[in-house]
T-cell receptor, first 114, second 120 residues
Framework: RKEVEQDPGPFNVPEGATVAFNCTYS??????FFWYRQDCRKEPKLLMS???SGNEDGRFTAQLNRASQYISLLIRDSKLSDSATYLC???????????????FGKGTKLSVKP | GAVVSQHPSWVICKSGTSVKIECRSL??????MFWYRQFPKQSLMLMAT?????????EQGVEKDKFLINHASLTLSTLTVTSAHPEDSSFYIC????????????????FGPGTRLTVL
């Protein structure tokens, strides 16, 4: 079983749609969780950290359920510029601690169409 | 702040040659840098952790004699793919860990733009 699993995608949605990404992780000892965004042939960039209480940043909402080892990302009112691959990332280190081994999911590709 | 550069951005080489990729933290000092590899439609996979002034720590399955890592200064780490073969063709990405001083949040990884290697 892969350490981090995501929806295979791709997701093709119209502008303005709401999109949900799901992710599960296998290591219950994982301590910190993130969503990264990767544009085609570019490096990944941190989108947001994910906390158990749930957190929101504008149109983006992330949720974490440690009991079921599940992470989600919701994008509301999607824009053309949201088109990218979204990577679920897990770390054995705590937030604010030494960010060592980041474990990446394969990513889910999102295409937002006009 | 917290900019990481890689050079070259892409390289095409013949089988059997060696290729060196540089990773630089431009506006902060990074005692730790990481090297990742990403094959098409696959996850980024950590290859090794590079600590300034000491030997790199390689992940299981990564040949240290094939992927030579040197981290001689606080702003530069290099990855040399020795005797490259077509199966080494991949996207190589480095990241540098911020120190919390000028440039970069402490302990956050900042990624370089990547180097696309094609071995013919």
């Amino acid at each position: 079983r892969k350490e981090v699993e995501q929806d295979p995608g791709p997701f093709n949605v119209p502008e303005g749609a709401t999109v949900a990404f799901n992710c599960t992780y296998s290591n219950s000892a994982s301590q910190s969780f993130f969503w990264y965004r990767q544009d085609c042939r570019k490096e990944p960039k941190l989108l947001m950290s994910v906390y158990s209480s749930g957190n929101e940043d504008g149109r983006f909402t992330a949720q974490l359920n440690r009991a079921s080892q599940y992470i989600s990302l919701l994008i509301r009112d999607s824009k053309l510029s949201d088109s990218a691959t979204y990577l679920c990332v897990v770390s054995p280190k705590p937030y604010g601690g030494s960010q060592g081994n980041l474990i990446f999911g394969k990513g889910t590709k999102l295409s937002v169409k006009p | 702040g917290a900019v990481v550069s890689q050079h070259p951005s892409w390289v095409i080489c013949k089988s059997g040659t060696s290729v060196k990729i540089e990773c630089r933290s431009l506006d902060f000092q990074a005692t730790t840098m990481f090297w990742y590899r990403q094959f098409p439609k696959q996850s980024l996979m950590l290859m090794a952790t590079s600590n300034e002034g000491s030997k790199a720590t390689y992940e299981q399955g990564v040949e240290k004699d094939k992927f030579l890592i040197n981290h001689a200064s606080l702003t530069l780490s290099t990855l040399t793919v020795t005797s490259a073969h077509p199966e080494d063709s991949s996207f190589y990405i480095c990241s540098a860990r911020g120190t919390g001083s000028s440039g970069g949040a402490r302990d956050t990884q900042y990624f370089g733009p990547g180097t696309r290697l094609t071995v013919l």
